[in-house]
């Protein structure tokens, strides 16, 4: 048995939360924050057989891969005669710890 551990962006964990329940894989969401931006992240806990442990990171590479993504300023930054231009940015990605299990009890 593994424990997966996967450090993911807060906006992605919906999707993937609701993927893995469709899988039938339990999983745990912890609030959490990087200690480099110490901005707020989700870090996901998932014990499953060895064999199933990549049908799980499939499910993260899916729905949490780093992407970059077209955005507009929002209008509080435009004024006028000023032209807004969508930018790109990097969003998502996957921090993915798999660890051995020794014990596994339900009680
Ligand atoms: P990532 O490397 O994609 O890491 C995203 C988040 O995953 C991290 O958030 C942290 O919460 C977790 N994480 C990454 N590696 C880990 C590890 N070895 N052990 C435990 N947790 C780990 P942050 O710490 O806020 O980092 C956000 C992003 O800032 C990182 O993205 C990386 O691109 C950059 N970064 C992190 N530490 C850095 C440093 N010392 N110097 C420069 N850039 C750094």
């Known amino acids: 048995m593994k424990l997966i551990v996967a450090i993911i962006n807060n906006d992605d964990c ?47 590479n899916e729905f949490s891969r780093k992407r970059t993504q077209m955005v507009s300023p929002s209008p509080s930054f435009m004024t006028e005669g000023f032209i807004s231009r969508a930018v790109e940015v990097t969003v998502g990605g996957a921090t993915i710890f798999v660890l051995d299990v020794d014990k596994f009890i339900k009680l």
């Open 14 to 60: 919906p999707s993937v939360l609701s993927e893995l329940s469709k899988k039938e894989f339990g999983a745990t969401r912890l609030s959490t924050s990087g200690g480099f931006l110490r901005a707020g992240n989700s870090t996901l806990l998932i014990g499953t057989e060895d064999e199933k442990v990549d049908e799980v990171i499939a499910v993260f």
